[in-house]
């Protein structure tokens, strides 16, 4: 049933579409971010949780660059919700796609992209994530989305079925394991949004030198169907609506062959492109995110961080050893360095 509030808000959405239509692009970007910036001014918690993860990711930041950067992102976020995901499906389009994005350096990844192998694309909340499915669908790639439903019904059936318009295929999140399975046999590329916390179930890999819940799922799907996995996002690149799409690598099944714990090395690697992409333009991540909200079982109970992780993570081609030690200095002096993100 649609209550008062879903149609409220899905001709709230509407309406500013249609006026939005009606000015110079940039202006519009300008006005949303605007927005951005107001609500980073009014919203204490949203704008301390932002602070505490940056200062966590960048500890040699200033607290004014700090702050500078948390305001940055929030203005990004609300200009791809208020105006991106608005204009999207206008802008995007078989004829037109190419004044509003182009395709960065792919390297070796884009013989995967384009090739019938299926693969899974790995990304995150930063850029403008649905830009980069869409776009790739549009140019014939068969892209399958794990997405989490909107809880208004209204906006969810109004927002997918303009994503879907060039071939994208979106899943719900939650129980779609089959109709995965049914795509990657078809050759199908099937992406995630993988930089959220996954819980105190999750698999703890380093994410900005700290140990970091993430999803099992996708290594688990990678390992068993032997599928190359890669990581990729679209990145604003100019004071309008022009992104560029960057895939920074690709980790084969070859990689993971002969690794005691294939899972915990590609959620790793997974994780640590991501950190990479990050890096690269920390102003367009989402840092509101609870991201190392959940805690090892050893930090929760007080333990130091037990040696066969240790292990692991000294089996990380990309880890050295003072990484390790900021690692575990992090995770086990609790009291001196409090988990970032956690604030309420």
């Known amino acids: 049933m649609n209550r008062p509030s879903h149609w409220l808000q899905y001709l709230g959405l509407r309406s500013i579409g249609g006026l939005l239509s009606s000015f110079d692009s940039s202006a519009n970007l300008e006005t949303a971010a605007s927005v951005g910036s107001a609500y980073f001014g009014l919203s204490d918690r949203h704008r301390r949780r932002a602070m ?35 204009v999207m499906t ?5 004829t037109g796609w190419a004044s509003h994005v182009r395709l960065g350096d792919l390297g070796d990844t884009i ?6 192998r299926p693969c899974l694309l790995v990304t995150a909340h930063l850029g403008n994530f649905e830009l980069l499915g869409y776009t790739l669908s549009m140019l014939g790639l068969p892209i399958t989305a794990l997405a989490r439903p909107l809880d208004n019904p209204m906006l969810d059936e109004w927002i ?34 993988a930089d959220q916390n996954a819980g105190d179930d999750g698999i703890f890999v380093p994410f900005f030198d700290r140990l970091a819940s993430s999803y099992k799922s996708i290594a688990l799907l990678a390992v068993r169907e032997r599928l190359p996995v890669v990581a990729g996002f679209a990145c604003r690149i100019a004071d309008d609506f022009a992104y560029e799409i960057r895939c920074l690598d690709r980790l084969d099944p070859e990689a993971w062959e002969d690794h005691p714990d294939p899972i915990f090395l590609v959620s790793a690697w997974y994780t640590h492109a991501i950190e990479r992409m990050v890096r690269s333009a920390p102003e367009q991540y989402w840092w509101l995110h609870r991201r190392w909200k959940s805690r090892p079982r050893s930090e929760r109970q ?20 003072d990484r390790i030690a900021r690692i575990r200095r992090h995770s086990e002096d609790r009291s001196a360095d409090p988990a970032p993100g956690t604030a309420r």
């Open 52 to 86: 505490l993860n940056i200062a966590a990711a960048f500890p040699d930041l200033g607290e004014d660059r700090v702050r500078d950067l948390a305001e940055a992102s929030v203005r990004s976020l609300m200009s791809m919700f208020l105006l991106d995901s608005l």
């Open 90 to 94: 206008r802008r995007i389009t078989p």
């Open 111 to 116: 013989e995967t992209l384009l090739s019938d």
């Open 160 to 193: 997918r079925r303009m994503r879907t318009r060039h071939g994208l295929e979106i899943l719900d999140k939650f129980g779609a394991t089959e109709r995965v399975v049914e795509a990657i046999s078809r050759g199908g590329k099937v992406a995630f949004i």
């Open 302 to 321: 007080g333990r130091p961080m037990p040696s066969r992780l240790v292990a692991k993570l000294e089996s990380l081609p990309w880890m050295t050893p």
